[in-house]
């Protein structure tokens, strides 16, 4: 049996369902049931009849799948991969910050750590941030962990007044202006699509910024037939499988998620074996945390 098959029959077997996040390799995308960002994978994640999640990302998306699953197994293939923004937050400066300012919303990018979303008021993912906190009624929003994305949204909401965290992702941060200049010398053809957590510079060159997700969609409903990709490069094979005609374009440093990239087939195969690596959640923390999670599937309706 090859290590697919075997993964497969166990999966049958456990009941069990496997979530991907793009930004994981090919091969464990490939077996993977349901493949998307952290608010598909999250929605997912809220809807399955499943018993056991497998959730082959990062540690901020087992914690939100088991806090919407309390009853269920969620396994991580490797426990010690964890964004590193998700900590870049603190509990302390939420407190003072509700203290300073009346009337405000701390408002938790989904990329945190289940400590920081208990202390905040709605969770968003870069596809819905902009809706949300248009939808919410405070005029002043703290905005956590990430400033890159925190000034993009503020930049299409003059009439709210944000509180910025510096916080950041190491992978789409690094992106430097002079490689996007030089890849668009070398390809004057392609459009440009890139992630709001880039720097501002970037962003600025960019025909089009958008969560992983709506780069995927509008590099295929788009005519161009080029495109430079500014996003980790494990969106590559969503990319190529939707879109096999199309040229997709990285910046000569290849943006690498390092932890996304612990997550292997092999380490898919033990969990499912031996249910090692199992979330787990003290019902207090998975309540709190359940509560932002569920504001922001309510509100991104
Ligand atoms: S790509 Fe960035 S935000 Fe996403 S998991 Fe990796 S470090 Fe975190």
């Known amino acids: 049996m090859t290590i697919t098959e075997e993964i497969q029959a166990l999966k049958k077997e456990k009941n069990a369902v496997i979530l991907a996040h793009y930004y994981v390799e090919p091969q464990v995308q490939e077996i993977a049931d349901y493949i998307g960002d952290s608010y598909y994978l999250s929605k997912v994640a809220s809807e399955t009849g499943a018993g056991t999640i497998v959730f082959c990302g990062v540690s901020f998306m087992g914690e939100s799948a088991k806090a919407l699953n309390p009853e269920k197994i969620v396994l991580m293939p490797d426990i010690s991969a964890d964004c590193p923004m998700a900590h870049m937050a603190d509990t302390e400066t939420i407190k003072n910050m509700r203290e300073k300012y009346e009337d405000l919303a701390v408002v938790c990018y989904i990329n945190s750590t289940a400590e920081l979303k208990r202390h905040s008021d709605v969770c968003v993912t870069s596809a819905n941030a902009v809706k949300i906190v248009k939808a919410l009624p405070n005029k002043n929003i703290f905005f956590i962990p990430d400033r890159n994305l925190a000034h993009f949204i503020a930049d299409q909401i003059p009439e709210k007044n944000f509180i910025y965290n510096e916080g950041y992702c190491p992978t789409h941060d690094k992106m430097q202006t002079e490689e996007m200049q030089k890849a668009k010398s070398e390809h004057p053809d392609a459009k440009v699509l890139a992630h709001p957590e880039c720097p501002k510079t970037v962003l600025q060159l960019a025909d089009y910024v958008g969560s992983t997700s709506g780069i995927i969609k509008y590099a295929t409903e788009s005519k161009d037939m080029e495109f430079i990709i500014c996003t980790e490069e494990g969106v590559s094979y969503e990319l190529t499988q939707r879109n096999p005609d199309k040229k997709f374009y990285f910046t ?46 309510e509100l991104a309706k």
């Open 252 to 297: 000569d440093t290849l943006p690498v998620c390092p932890d996304m990239k612990l997550i292997t087939l092999k380490k898919v195969l033990h969990v499912l074996k031996t249910k090692d690596n199992e979330v787990h959640m003290d019902s207090g923390l998975a309540q709190e945390t359940r509560r932002p999670l569920n504001r922001m599937l």
